[in-house]
Nanobody, 124 residues
Framework: QVQTVESGGGLVQAGGSLRLSCAASGRTFSRYAVGWFRQAPDKEREFVAAISWSGRNTYYADSVKGRFTVARDNGKNTVYLRMNSLRPEDTAVYYC?????????????????WGRGTQVTVSS
């Protein structure tokens, strides 16, 4: 069973950058795709980005394409989400989760082992 823990959130001004980390336990982590999702107050959880088990395939929401980059280091059991040019509308709790699907998916129901999230707040 893989468990995930997010870190790296914080308060940043609009236009700034943050790098989130998703650290996973379990020797089988490298077999799983990993997704990032976010949830703002009074809004549904939404897909942000995903990366295949190998790191060769990535997938982004249109709202973050060109600003966010997802990468992984299977040797460190960690997936990263680099967020540049942050906007106030990026404010949310960010979660990572794993998926055993053989393809990169954006469907929350395809993911499990959700972390507790890390808060990202972007001030205007």
């Amino acid at each position: 069973q893989v468990q995930t823990v997010e870190s790296g959130g914080g308060l940043v001004q609009a236009g700034g950058s943050l790098r989130l980390s998703c650290a996973a336990s379990g020797r089988t982590f490298s077999r799983y795709a990993v997704g990032w999702f976010r949830q703002a107050p009074d809004k549904e959880r939404e897909f942000v980005a995903a990366i295949s088990w190998s790191g060769r395939n990535t997938y982004y929401a249109d709202s973050v394409k060109g600003r966010f980059t997802v990468a992984r280091d299977n040797g460190k059991n960690t997936v990263y989400l680099r967020m540049n040019s942050l906007r106030p509308e990026d404010t949310a709790v960010y979660y990572c989760a794993t998926s055993a699907k053989t393809y990169v998916t954006r469907v929350a129901g395809d993911f499990g082992s959700w972390g507790r999230g890390t808060q990202v707040t972007v001030s205007s």
